[in-house]
Nanobody
């Protein structure tokens, strides 16, 4: 079972930036994919950024050009740099990993963007 621990959430003004960190319990190379999802109140959880095993990345349209996902293979860590934050980015952000096509989630970290 893959364990994921997020950190870095908090309160920021609109237009500001935050950097989220996800520490995985095993090597990223063993995963099919790793990334970030979010869930706003009353909405379904959605994947916003992901790194596939080959290194390619994909982003939700709502965050393209503002969010950047990256990884540190040596530390088994994935980051989400979030710039130009908007009130609609308010959500709990969860780290997500897929291994052997089973999806795992962390406990989440709250991101609050004030207008």
């Amino acid at each position: 079972q893959v364990q994921l621990v997020e950190s870095g959430g908090g309160l920021v003004q609109a237009g500001g930036s935050l950097n989220l960190t996800c520490a995985a319990s095993e090597t990223i190379f063993s995963l099919n994919a790793i990334g970030w999802g979010r869930q706003a109140p009353g909405k379904q959880r959605e994947i916003v950024a992901r790194i596939l095993s080959g290194g390619s990345t994909n982003y939700a349209d709502s965050v393209k050009g503002r969010f950047t996902i990256s990884r540190d293979n040596a530390l088994n860590t994935v980051y989400l740099q979030m710039n130009s934050l908007k009130p609609e980015d308010n959500a709990v952000y969860y780290c997500n990993a897929v291994k052997d096509y089973i999806s795992y989630w962390g406990k989440g970290t709250q991101v609050t963007v004030s207008s």
